[in-house]
C-alpha cells in the first residue's frame, strides 16, 4: 500500500522545489498532478518524463498521475503517453460534471461513450485510467460511479474513492458500502478529511451551513476505521494524500506531517493486530 502525496498544494514551484518538499515530507512517493500552473504542463506532455527523473533522483517514485482531461482526444493521447513512457501506471481522469438542466442518462450515455474511447487508450499505453469519486459529477458516490464502470475493464478503468468528498461534501454514503459495490475496480483511494460547521440564520430563518477540511484525526471521516480495513483486506493500490488547508502553505505543509504520521501510525498498529 504506497502513501503519495498529491502535489495540488505545491502550485507555482518548479519541479525541484516540489520534489524536494515532497521527499522533505515523509512521502515515498507522490501523485503528479498535471495542470496549468503546476510543475508539470498538459501542453507539454514532454516533461513528464524529464519529472519522473528528477523525483526519483529525489528519492521519489511516481506511481500515479492527476490530469483533467474527460475526453480522449489526441491532446489527452499525447499526455497518456508520455506517463506511460515514465513509467507512471495510473492516471487519474478529470471530473463529468452533472448538468440538471440535462437529464443524467444522456449525460451518463456520453461519459460511457468517452470511457469506451479511454478504454482504448489504457490498452495501447499499457496504463490504468481512474475516476475519482467527487461531488457535483455523474460519479459522487460508489452508486453512481458503477453506473459508469459496468462493462468496463478493471485492468484498464478503475476507481478512486474519496471518503471526504462522499461523507463531508456530498452526503454520507456508507464507506463498506463504497468499497464493496466498487470491486473489482477500486485501486485508488484519496485520504484528507472534513466537517461541516453551523453559520448564522437567514432571511428565511434557515440556518446556514458550511463545511472545511480538518486533520485525518479530527474530521467526520473515520479513518481508524477504514484503515484497519484496508490492511485486513489486502488493498495494495495508491493511497494519495489530499492537503486541502485553507491556511498559507508553511501552516498546510505542517498539518499534512501530522496527516501522514498519524496515516502511518494507523498502518502500523493494523498489521501490528493482524499478528
Same mark, same amino acid.
Given at each position: =500500500?504506497?502513501?503519495?502525496?498529491?502535489?495540488?498544494?505545491? #502550485?507555482?514551484? $518548479?519541479?525541484?522545489?516540489?520534489?524536494?518538499?515532497?521527499? +522533505?515530507?515523509?512521502?515515498?512517493?507522490?501523485?503528479? @498532478?498535471?495542470?496549468?500552473?503546476?510543475?508539470?504542463? $498538459?501542453? %507539454?506532455?514532454?516533461?513528464? /518524463?524529464?519529472?519522473?527523473?528528477? @523525483?526519483?533522483?529525489?528519492?521519489?517514485?511516481?506511481? =500515479?498521475?492527476?490530469?483533467?482531461?474527460?475526453?480522449?482526444?489526441?491532446?489527452?493521447?499525447?499526455?497518456?503517453?508520455?506517463?506511460?513512457?515514465?513509467?507512471?501506471?495510473?492516471?487519474?481522469?478529470?471530473?463529468?460534471?452533472?448538468?440538471?438542466?440535462?437529464?443524467?442518462?444522456?449525460? *451518463?450515455?456520453?461519459?460511457?461513450?468517452?470511457? +469506451?474511447?479511454?478504454?482504448?487508450?489504457?490498452?495501447?499505453?499499457?496504463?490504468?485510467?481512474?475516476?475519482?469519486?467527487?461531488?457535483?459529477?455523474?460519479?459522487?458516490?460508489?452508486?453512481?460511479?458503477?453506473? *459508469?464502470?459496468?462493462?468496463?475493464? $478493471?485492468? %484498464?478503468?478503475?476507481?478512486?474513492?474519496?471518503?471526504?468528498?462522499?461523507?463531508?461534501?456530498?452526503?454520507?454514503?456508507?464507506? %463498506?458500502?463504497?468499497? +464493496? /459495490?466498487?470491486?473489482?475496480?477500486?485501486?485508488?483511494?484519496? /485520504?484528507?478529511?472534513?466537517?461541516?460547521?453551523?453559520?448564522?440564520?437567514?432571511?428565511?430563518?434557515?440556518?446556514?451551513?458550511?463545511? +472545511?477540511?480538518?486533520?485525518?484525526?479530527?474530521? =467526520?471521516?473515520?479513518?481508524?476505521?477504514?484503515? $484497519?480495513?484496508?490492511?485486513?483486506?489486502?488493498?495494495?493500490?495508491?493511497?494519495?494524500?489530499?492537503?486541502?488547508?485553507?491556511?498559507? %502553505?508553511?501552516?498546510?505543509?505542517?498539518? /499534512?506531517?501530522?496527516?501522514?504520521?498519524?496515516?502511518?501510525?494507523?498502518?502500523?498498529?493494523?498489521? #501490528?493486530?493482524?499478528?
Amino acid at each position: =500500500m504506497d502513501i503519495a502525496y498529491f502535489t495540488k498544494t505545491l #502550485e507555482g514551484l $518548479p519541479l525541484e522545489k516540489a520534489a524536494e518538499i515532497t521527499a +522533505d515530507l515523509g512521502f515515498d512517493c507522490a501523485d503528479l @498532478l498535471i495542470r496549468d500552473g503546476h510543475a508539470v504542463s $498538459p501542453d %507539454r506532455p514532454e516533461q513528464i /518524463v524529464e519529472a519522473v527523473k528528477l @523525483l526519483a533522483a529525489a528519492g521519489l517514485r511516481i506511481p =500515479m498521475a492527476t490530469i483533467d482531461s474527460t475526453r480522449p482526444d489526441d491532446a489527452t493521447s499525447r499526455i497518456l503517453g508520455h506517463c506511460g513512457e515514465a513509467g507512471i501506471g495510473q492516471i487519474r481522469l478529470g471530473f463529468w460534471r452533472y448538468d440538471p438542466s440535462r437529464r443524467w442518462r444522456v449525460q *451518463l450515455d456520453e461519459a460511457r461513450h468517452d470511457l +469506451d474511447g479511454f478504454e482504448r487508450l489504457a490498452a495501447r499505453f499499457g496504463i490504468k485510467l481512474t475516476i475519482q469519486l467527487h461531488g457535483g459529477t455523474l460519479h459522487s458516490s460508489g452508486a453512481l460511479a458503477l453506473q *459508469l464502470l459496468t462493462g468496463h475493464d $478493471p485492468a %484498464r478503468i478503475g476507481v478512486y474513492p474519496d471518503p471526504a468528498n462522499q461523507i463531508v461534501r456530498e452526503g454520507s454514503e456508507d464507506w %463498506r458500502l463504497t468499497l +464493496d /459495490v466498487l470491486d473489482p475496480w477500486f485501486c485508488c483511494l484519496g /485520504v484528507k478529511n472534513g466537517g461541516w460547521f453551523p453559520g448564522a440564520y437567514g432571511a428565511g430563518g434557515q440556518r446556514a451551513w458550511h463545511s +472545511d477540511w480538518q486533520g485525518l484525526d479530527e474530521g =467526520m471521516v473515520p479513518w481508524n476505521e477504514i484503515i $484497519p480495513h484496508l490492511v485486513v483486506t489486502g488493498f495494495a493500490g495508491v493511497l494519495s494524500v489530499h492537503s486541502q488547508y485553507r491556511v498559507p %502553505r508553511p501552516q498546510a505543509l505542517d498539518k /499534512v506531517r501530522a496527516d501522514l504520521a498519524y496515516l502511518r501510525r494507523l498502518v502500523a498498529a493494523a498489521k #501490528e493486530a493482524e499478528r
